[in-house]
């Protein structure tokens, strides 16, 4: 198993510009997530999908889009990027159980200029 | 809405000795789940422990233990013999089942320094 694979590692972006992060998942996974995590500071919820088709918005889903069309896939939309976008973005992945443990990606690192 | 709260920005210890790791959270919920992550240098994010509210034995893997006060509110992370690989942020998160999502509320992290 991959586990969660995440897609670019890095990218550069002008103000304005649109990007989508990819993220899979193997493990059949019925939820998954997108964090971003600012320096220095813990990751915060964006959007989640507890299945294929069910998307939802987190904590800071604000200049960000999603789609859920298939179980293995969650790829995340940025649309007319902005300087505040600059972060580290994570896609986690878990089972159904609660206490199940939520399975990160390595992320991908954006800066916008 | 939940909160968690990592007091210690920064902390350092010896290799082979013992350090702990503080977390308070604010809940109204009865039913929950605790978690400590370890995101090291290379920015993965790693399951370290995790905690059933509902369970009052403190869980234990390997070196690590914790320490859960759900009356206080308290859920702290004990390293034993602590290891050079240890080095890290730690992440504190909060998981309720209510509400669908099932998400995780972070806490901002401590950065844990192993020195030899």
């Known amino acids: 198993n991959a586990g969660v694979t995440q897609t670019p590692k890095f990218r550069i972006l002008k103000i304005g510009q649109s990007m989508t992060l990819q993220c899979a998942q193997d493990?059949?996974?019925?939820?998954m997530y997108w964090y971003r995590q600012d320096p220095g500071m813990g990751l915060k919820l964006i959007y989640y999908?507890?299945?294929?088709?069910?998307?939802d918005k987190g904590e800071v889903p604000n200049g960000y889009n999603v789609s859920r069309s298939t179980t293995e896939d969650f790829p995340l939309r940025l649309e007319l990027a902005a300087p505040s976008q600059t972060s580290v973005y994570f896609c986690?992945?878990?089972?159904?159980?609660?206490?199940?443990?939520?399975?990160f990606g390595p992320g991908t690192r954006l800066t916008v200029l | 809405a939940q909160t968690v709260t990592q007091s210690q920005p920064e902390m350092s210890v010896q290799e082979a000795e013992t350090v702990t790791l503080s977390c308070t959270y604010d809940?109204?919920?009865?039913?929950?789940?605790l978690f400590w992550y370890k995101q090291p240098p290379s920015r993965q994010m790693i399951l370290v422990i995790r905690?059933?509210?509902?369970?009052?034995q403190n869980a234990t893997e390997n070196r690590f233990s914790v320490n859960f006060q759900k009356a206080a509110k308290s859920f702290s992370l004990k390293i034993s013999d602590s290891q050079l690989g240890d080095t890290a942020m730690y992440f504190c998160?909060?998981?309720?089942?209510?509400?669908?999502?099932?998400?995780?509320?972070f806490g901002k992290g401590t950065k844990l320094t192993v020195n030899p």
């Open positions: 999908s507890v299945g294929a088709g069910i998307t």
């Open positions: 986690a992945s878990r089972g159904l159980a609660p206490n199940n443990e939520q399975f």
């Open positions: 493990m059949n996974h019925n939820y």
């Open positions: 809940t109204s919920e009865n039913n929950y789940y």
């Open positions: 905690q059933e509210a509902y369970k009052q």
């Open positions: 998160a909060f998981m309720s089942p209510q509400g669908g999502s099932e998400k995780l509320v």
